[in-house]
């Protein structure tokens, strides 16, 4: 009956990795500024301690993995890495970085917009875990209130919150927009006139916080559907089922091709919808927040 394995030390692991990269143990060696008797003494006890041949013998004056040895290599890879990763991170939390981070943004941001901070982020803090949230209206800031998002993205409906930091990180366009088989897409000479849209299915992005519930935001339908998300109600709207108001730079392919139709609604006009980094003001965000927070800001002014 074969014998349990030994345990393997990070430093043997770390001398596999090198020589497997390096080419040689010769090389691996001067790499790591060891004497090369260190280097193979240490590949020798550790084949020693697995009971198993890393190496072939004899083949090549270049190191040859066996079968085994490539097995190994991989878990020894990953394990290092493991260890690098979790220096790197303590090492930033020593300094003040957060370990991870929880955001929240408003469904109405754009998907560039995000996209373009998030990238950047993970390459300026790559030890640094992520968690990211997607609500409408006061979502965003009751996530934020109840310390499950350090930080949100959210519009402009958290003046009433005096518990709550705001730094404003630029605007999106809203416009009125139906399907172009939509009764409202074709409008008379000189525009609809005011309360044109009032009898017709307005859709409307509804609000999951207790926080603004029952309050409606550039509602003037007396009859709408209720969604719970962007994405359902830029749907509806392509298929022609109501009208309602969109980021602009959302629908602009849309508006373009004509699968979508801008309204002149004298009652119901494009708009800015400013958009706010909100966090508590007892719990102030960490360098990695901050910086992401500075990002979105970066893009407003570009």
């Known amino acids: 009956m074969a014998s349990s394995p030994g345990t393997p030390t990070l430093d043997q692991l770390r001398i596999l990795v090198e020589v497997v990269d ?28 697995l009971g198993i041949d890393l190496f072939e013998r004899g083949t090549s004056r270049t190191p040859q993995l066996t079968e085994a040895g490539r097995v190994v290599l991989a878990e020894a890879r990953e394990v290092v890495g493991n260890v690098e990763g979790l220096r790197a991170k303590v090492s930033g939390m020593q300094q003040g970085l957060e370990g991870e981070l929880h955001i929240v943004i408003d469904t ?19 030890t640094v875990n992520l968690t990211l949230h997607v609500e409408t209206l006061g979502a965003v800031a009751s996530l934020v209130l109840g310390k499950v998002a350090t930080v949100g993205f959210s519009g402009p409906f958290t003046d009433a919150f005096k518990e709550l930091t705001r730094v404003a990180i630029g605007s999106l366009r809203m416009v009125p927009v139906a399907g172009r088989r939509h009764p409202l897409a074709a409008a008379p000479p000189g525009g609809h006139p005011p309360g044109a849209g009032r009898e017709h299915i307005q859709l409307v992005v509804y609000d ?10 550039s509602v003037s339908a007396n009859r709408t559907w209720r969604l719970a998300d962007l994405s359902a109600k830029h749907m509806l709207l392509k298929g022609g089922i109501g009208w309602g108001m969109m980021p602009l730079a959302m629908v602009a392919d849309d508006l373009a091709s004509g699968v979508l139709v801008e309204l002149d609604m004298p009652d119901r006009v494009p708009f800015d919808y400013l958009v706010e980094a909100i966090y508590r003001s007892d719990t102030p965000p960490g360098p990695a927040a901050r910086w992401l927070i500075e990002r979105f800001k970066g893009q407003a002014s570009a």
């Not at 996209?115 to 390459?123: C, G, S």
Request: aromatic share 8%; glycine share 4%.
């Open 22 to 49: 390096a080419g040689s143990f010769t090389a691996a060696a001067r790499k790591m500024k060891r004497a090369l008797s260190v280097v193979s003494y240490a590949m020798s006890n550790l084949e020693q301690q």
């Open 108 to 126: 109405l941001m754009l998907a560039d917009r995000v996209l373009e901070a998030l990238t950047a982020f993970r390459e300026a803090f790559p």
């Open 208 to 217: 999951r916080s207790p926080l603004t519930k029952g309050r409606d935001f």
